[in-house]
C-alpha cells in the first residue's frame, strides 16, 4: 500500500499575549482541537517572545489530496481563533 506523509509548518502570532500563560493557552487549545478532531500528529516551538509559536502538522494518507484536504481543514479552523494569526504556512509531501 502506498502511503503519502505531509508536514505542515506556520508561525503563529497572538498579537494579544501579554504573557507566557496568555499564549500557552491559546497554543495549546489550538494543539488539542486539531489532535481531537484531525487525528494528526502536532508540534510546537516556542518562539522569540511569549507571542509567537512555531507550529509543524503531520499526517499520513493515502493520496496528496487527502493529506491537503486535512491541511485546509487545519488552516480553517486556526484562521477561525481570533486569538492568532498565522503566517508563512508551508506544506511538504513525502511519498
Known amino acids: 500500500m502506498k502511503c ?3 508536514v ?3 508561525t503563529l502570532h497572538l498579537p494579544h499575549s501579554h504573557s ?3 499564549r500557552r493557552s ?5 494543539k488539542e482541537r486539531v489532535r481531537n478532531k484531525y487525528n ?3 508540534s510546537e516551538e516556542a518562539g522569540e517572545t511569549w507571542q509567537i509559536a512555531n507550529m509543524a502538522f503531520a499526517c499520513v ?3 496528496e489530496r487527502h493529506v491537503e484536504a486535512q491541511f485546509g481543514s487545519i488552516r480553517a479552523l486556526i484562521e477561525e481563533d481570533e486569538r492568532v ?3 508563512d504556512p508551508r506544506v511538504d509531501y513525502y511519498v
Open 4 to 6: 503519502c506523509v505531509g
Open 8 to 10: 505542515m509548518t506556520c
Open 20 to 22: 507566557l500563560k496568555d
Open 26 to 30: 491559546a497554543v495549546n487549545s489550538i
Open 40 to 42: 494528526v500528529s502536532v
Open 61 to 63: 494518507a493515502v493520496s
Open 85 to 87: 494569526l498565522m503566517f
